[in-house]
């Protein structure tokens, strides 16, 4: 097996890191890891067309150490899948991304004494890439977890070949019963005793912050404010898609135009928040996905209240960008809880000379999904033992982790910030061009299985943490098709951008020989009392580029 070039701090700015010290209040056996930022290096005026027509501007990544002697390798972050696999073809990439794509690291099976090469294999399609996988069961560590909290036998995808992903992916979806026919890194984080439950909670950060967390088994109660709506995961019966991911109710929308002090418009003095009609539905939460994806008549109207008619020729709704440097703000309603989203967070600049910006959702008459545009500004726990999403406000205040030690952890958790912590930026950080409109195909689950009952008792297992950056994230979400037999996936939602990195769900159009590894491998946490956490050492990469 021949391996693209090894990573190495010589080669790109973003495997230069950035650390934090810990801060006291984190439990024992929680390890606070750097998180490494970066922005891609400028190119050609012929590159930066092309990056124009494919990228999104940031992606957030998880450093994973795999096998003995651990190989170190960074993969994207994606709530809308739910399969880990590596090694994506760094020469079917264009040629701009195909040094990022050789500094994230690769894991070669033949170099590990615990690898255990399996004969099952399969396609994980998405919007505008796919790969062709074998799977493996190897160790896996985290950043700065001693051998206790290593993990044994987990099983996740090694590519043969990929076309247009330039970095392997780390799904955080419903695995065993659900979408795989094997546990998959969530299930086996709570298998195996490293956490408590099957929940994780994540805060990407602001756009001016560039940084947030991602906790395996807690939650930051120093990055919400107020109470968490308790959101009951639709079941994938019921779902738009047939698929399970984190489908939630939302209530509605609607927004807040700007203070008279932040608008340059008199006529913003006495404008009063706009309702928009029928906004209640279901929505998907996908951290893979750049944009926020709704209904198109919904987002003509959300353009319309901000001064906006005209689209360019990939659908995207042209904004002026002095409205990011107003406090204004569009609201997501759920269960009592509003998530505003200022202006600056759902906004995209894509150059600064001449200002040219675009608002960061899209109309799609297949399924409404909730992007980073949106997650920024939420702090959501995913829960997948109780089957629940709980969404708040985000604001940093600092740090203060609490281990999730069961299925009432989170009732009545409240968020130590107050009221005034939450300040929408001044300005936009500038984003890398918009990406053309992608097809996201979902992953279709293998036997689709409504999820079980809230009451399933949670295994008696540790808590995990986790940091992020918070830019844009650059990646879509697959659409899957029930289907009998091997599954394969058609396109949905032509409307979502996603970058060809995409971390959503693969199809599972497999092609599996041998028998399928249902068990969970590892040992069960039973009996491991108290805290034990640690922390994936998370990278945030700009994937755009400035226009020049």
């Known amino acids: 097996m021949t391996l693209p070039i090894p990573l190495g701090e010589h080669d790109l700015p973003f495997l230069k890191e950035k650390r934090k010290l810990p801060a006291d209040d984190i439990p024992s056996g929680t390890y606070t890891l750097p998180i490494i930022h970066a922005r891609r290096p400028k190119l050609s005026s012929r590159a930066i067309e092309i990056q124009v027509e494919n990228r999104s501007d940031v992606s957030y990544y998880a450093q994973l150490n795999i096998g003995t002697p651990p190989q170190t390798v960074y993969a994207q ?68 977890a001693g051998p206790a909290e290593s993990m044994r036998a987990v099983q996740f995808g090694v590519a043969d070949t990929s076309v247009d992903e330039f970095s392997g992916i780390l799904g955080l979806g419903a695995g065993n019963g659900f979408n795989t026919d094997y546990p998959n890194f969530v299930d086996e984080l709570a298998a195996q005793g490293i956490t408590n439950t099957k929940a994780f909670s994540l805060a990407l950060g602001s756009k001016a912050e560039e940084e947030g967390v991602l906790i395996f088994g807690g939650v930051d109660t120093s990055k919400f404010r107020g109470e968490l709506a308790h959101l009951p995961i639709v079941p994938a019966d019921d779902s738009p898609d047939g698929v399970a991911r984190y489908w939630v109710k939302m209530d509605s929308i609607s927004l807040t135009p700007p203070s008279s002090s932040s608008s340059s418009s008199s006529s913003s003095t006495d404008a009063k928040p706009t309702a928009f009609p029928q906004t209640s539905m279901t929505v998907f939460l996908d951290s893979g996905s750049t944009l926020t994806l709704l209904p198109p008549a919904l987002v003509r109207q959300i353009a319309s209240a901000l001064g906006s008619t005209q689209t360019d020729d990939n659908g995207f709704f042209v904004v002026d960008c002095a409205l990011a440097g107003q406090d204004g703000t569009i609201d997501f309603a759920f269960d009592g809880v509003t998530i505003r989203v200022p202006y600056a967070e759902m906004i995209r600049q894509v150059s600064s000379l001449p200002p040219h910006c675009y608002l960061g959702m899209m109309g799609s008459t297949e399924f409404a999904l909730l992007g980073d545009t949106f997650l920024r500004s939420a702090y959501a726990v995913f829960d997948l033992t109780s089957n629940i999403v709980h969404l708040a406000p985000y604001v940093n205040c600092g740090t203060s982790i609490k281990s999730i030690t069961s299925t009432s952890s989170l009732s009545n958790l409240v968020g130590t910030c107050d009221n005034d912590s939450s300040k929408a930026p001044s300005s936009p950080s500038p984003s890398p061009s918009p990406t053309t409109q992608k097809a996201i195909s979902k992953p279709t689950s293998k036997s689709p299985v409504s999820p079980p009952a809230a009451s399933t008792p949670a295994s008696s297992s540790p808590a995990t943490t986790v940091n992020i950056p918070s830019p844009t994230s650059a990646a879509g979400t697959p659409t899957a098709v029930p289907s009998k037999g091997a599954a394969t996936t058609t396109p949905a939602a032509a409307a979502a951008t996603r970058s060809s990195s995409s971390g959503g769900a693969q199809s599972s159009a497999a092609t599996t020989t041998g028998a399928a590894a249902s068990q969970s491998s590892g040992t069960s946490g039973a009996g491991r009392k108290g805290v034990r956490g640690f922390a994936l050492s998370v990278v945030f990469a700009a994937m755009g580029y400035l226009m020049i």
């Open 77 to 144: 972050i994606d709530t809308g899948s739910f399969e880990l696999w590596v090694n994506p073809n760094c020469s079917n990439v264009q040629s701009a991304d195909q040094r990022f794509c050789r500094a994230i690291g690769f894991y070669d099976p033949s170099s590990s004494s615990t690898a255990d090469v399996t004969s099952q294999s399969a396609r994980l399609r998405y919007g505008i890439g796919s790969a062709d996988v074998t799977y493996v069961r190897d160790s896996i560590a985290l950043p700065n």
